[in-house]
């Protein structure tokens, strides 16, 4: 008999996802358990490498010798069952590998950090105190039977009141979403909360302090140290519930005897992982609750079109508030006999004069800088860069352009088209609507808010809150008036998504108003800003996902995006409809070029199809990488060619926005 250890690989070859097995020498029996960090040569790579064990076992000896472990990292578990199962199945459903998704979750081993938590008492069981149990009830009577949802581990869709909390530094939702945590926390489960940003975790973290104890909350996000972070991360392997606050990442933290994933503002780009496999944090708290009998909210103040489309199948449970709240919203437009292009109207201009009299104002605008886009004053084509064709703009009035792309300045630009060396403003970013507003509003306090001057609170006082969309600082007891400009230019962009994210931005910015401030949305017609002024987001939805309907477009369908070279893509693209042969004819659009040598496929399928294409995209993926290797083994003999093989063929399913 021989002991034996399956382990995990951590590799980024997609060859090596899968368990190896590997015998384990006398002396390090008992130290190689489940859970634990080990170190294990890998003979096709010639060198030692880290690896996760997954099980261990006592086998009959094979005929073939077993590699043995070299060496064990920590004896800390860092890897639960739970945790394995959960990044199995979130990257068996993007074709993508596991241990990419638990590197983004189990940080690097801190030493000093592992030694204090093993010296330290072990956490005790939180005990949340009556008068914050009554909080949170109290709170969580504003919708009526979410406490019994929550309890029944229902998923659930949930719109929170937009507008501040009276006298803090955090809005409604906030209160919410941690009134949820502590009635979980004190029935004895742990709570995870997702946020975008750190701007959302702050609020929440406000939001718990002192109705929860304070070793109860875990923080947990990149901006942390990596001992803080390691730290973290053995306190979520205790037994002993707790409230996690963090970013995407988080939907996966390993806390034990979860009760609660809620999921704030699904919609946030920021939710989207970029790194592969690219799991949306909606999808992995969906995976999680099926896995682990949770409660699962999704909260926002706007519903987006993915969770409303599982609201319409049923799978999630809508639980609307006991009284419907809604910020004042006024659709403004520019009047006659007002200057023509003039940004504000004069009915927003009259409400910030009169609001300044009491506290702040919000005034969002789309781009950051002075100018970001500028245009030849004579013929009005767009400002080029003449090295490298990147957007010019400038930093402040009467400076030389700048290019967004190279960074060159460029003092003696002249335009390819008509040869004139004169330019104009074609935009007003944030820095140059605070001049303008500045010198409309004298002797008034003008903070700029974006991502080089980012500002998390203003004081209650006067002043002109100038921030782009996102950037937008919360205000103690709210803004005493909104005003969102530049609208028209954001519903221009070219993406599928661009209502939804107008929307998304405009919903969040006028829940920072004060209740019955008015909120001044310029320039913007239709569906967007009726839905905006009727506060009736879900409705926007529905109505966007029957648009897309016959059109096939996400989220109705799955979209996968296949990308390499021409002959890999054809070929991927043909196991697929050999595996799925209801695939119709128009399920795939390209391939177009997309690089030296590469070209990109966008490929559609109904959901019912989503294990059978992933699983053969994977074994696409799998296929190249080894054909790869062995074309590189071959150079390399014949001395052409040095270094690894690289995977020329790259998959990604769910892409959050389509782009062919």
């Not at 069981?125 to 949170?136: D, H, K, T």
């Amino acid at each position: 008999m021989v002991t034996v250890a399956r382990v995990l690989v951590d590799s980024p070859l997609p060859q090596l996802d899968r368990p190896f097995d590997y015998a384990v020498p006398s002396e390090l029996v008992g130290e190689v358990v489940a859970g634990v960090r080990v170190k294990v040569p890998l003979r096709t790579a010639g060198r030692v490498v880290e690896a996760y064990v997954l099980d261990v076992t006592d086998a009959v000896a094979p005929d073939r010798p077993l590699s043995e472990v070299d060496s064990v990292v920590s004896p800390v578990a860092v890897l639960p069952e739970s945790l394995y199962a959960l990044a199995r199945r979130a990257a068996d459903r993007a074709a993508g590998s596991a241990v990419d998704i638990l590197r983004l979750v189990i940080p690097k081993r801190m030493v000093r950090a592992e030694k204090a938590w093993r010296a330290a008492e072990p956490p005790q069981a939180p005990a949340v105190s009556p008068e914050g149990l009554a909080w949170a009830r109290g709170v969580l009577a504003s919708h009526p039977g979410l406490g019994d949802a929550l309890a029944a581990g229902e998923r659930l869709a949930i719109d929170p009141p937009p507008r501040p909390v009276a006298g803090s530094a955090w809005g409604a939702w906030a209160e919410l979403m941690a009134a949820m945590a502590v009635e979980r926390l004190a029935a004895g489960r742990s709570a995870v909360l997702v946020l975008p940003d750190h701007r959302d975790q702050t609020q929440v973290l406000a939001a718990l302090t002192g109705r929860a104890p304070d070793d109860a909350i875990v923080r947990d996000d990149a901006r942390r140290s990596g001992p803080e972070r390691y730290a973290a991360y053995l306190r979520l392997l205790h037994p002993a519930p707790c409230i996690v606050v963090g970013n995407r990442s988080t939907v996966y933290a390993p806390a034990h005897d979860v009760g609660l994933v809620a999921v704030w503002d699904d919609g946030d780009p920021l939710l989207a992982e970029p790194l592969s496999p690219g799991v949306h944090a909606r999808d992995a708290a969906l995976i999680r609750q099926e896995l682990e009998d949770s409660a699962l909210v999704f909260a926002g103040h706007t519903r987006s079109t993915d969770v409303e489309r599982l609201v319409q199948l049923g799978w999630v449970r809508e639980v609307p508030a006991a009284r419907r709240e809604s910020p004042r919203v006024i659709l403004s437009g520019t009047h006659e006999g007002e200057v023509r292009g003039q940004r504000v109207p004069s009915a927003a201009f009259a409400a910030a004069r009169e609001a300044l009299r009491d506290g702040p104002v919000l005034v969002q605008v789309s781009r950051p800088g002075y100018a970001p886009v500028l245009v030849c004053a004579d013929c009005r084509t767009p400002a080029r860069c003449p090295h490298c064709a990147g957007p010019l703009h400038a930093r402040r009035p009467g400076s030389a352009p700048d290019c967004g792309w190279c960074g060159r300045t460029l003092p003696n630009w002249s335009c390819a088209n008509c040869s004139s060396q004169r330019l104009r403003m074609a935009s007003s970013g944030s820095e140059r609507t605070a001049d303008e507003l500045g010198r409309a509003f004298p002797n008034t306090r003008v903070i700029v808010s974006d991502g080089a001057h980012p500002v998390t609170e203003v004081e209650a006082r006067p002043a002109l809150v100038i921030a782009t969309r996102g950037a937008e600082p919360i205000a103690p007891g709210g803004y005493r008036a909104v005003i969102l400009l530049d609208g028209d230019k954001m519903l221009l962009a070219e993406q599928l998504r661009i209502g939804e994210a107008c929307l998304r931005w405009w919903s969040n910015a006028a829940a920072l108003a004060a209740p019955g401030a008015p909120v001044h949305l310029v320039g913007v017609t239709g569906p967007v800003s009726r839905a905006l002024a009727t506060w009736t987001q879900a409705a926007y939805a529905r109505t966007e996902l029957a648009e897309r309907a016959p059109l096939h477009m996400p989220p109705v369908v799955r979209v996968a995006t296949v990308e390499g070279t021409a002959a890999a893509v054809d070929e991927a693209i043909a196991h697929v409809r050999a595996e799925v042969p209801s695939l119709a004819p128009a399920a795939v659009l390209g391939p177009v070029p997309a690089g030296e040598g590469t070209v990109r496929a966008l490929l559609r399928f109904e959901y019912a199809h989503g294990r059978a294409v992933a699983e053969t995209l994977r074994a696409a993926v799998v296929a190249d990488a080894l054909r790869g290797r062995r074309t590189a083994a071959r150079a390399r003999a014949a001395g052409t060619a040095r270094g690894p093989a690289a995977t020329t063929l790259r998959v990604r399913l769910d892409v959050p926005e389509l782009d062919l």
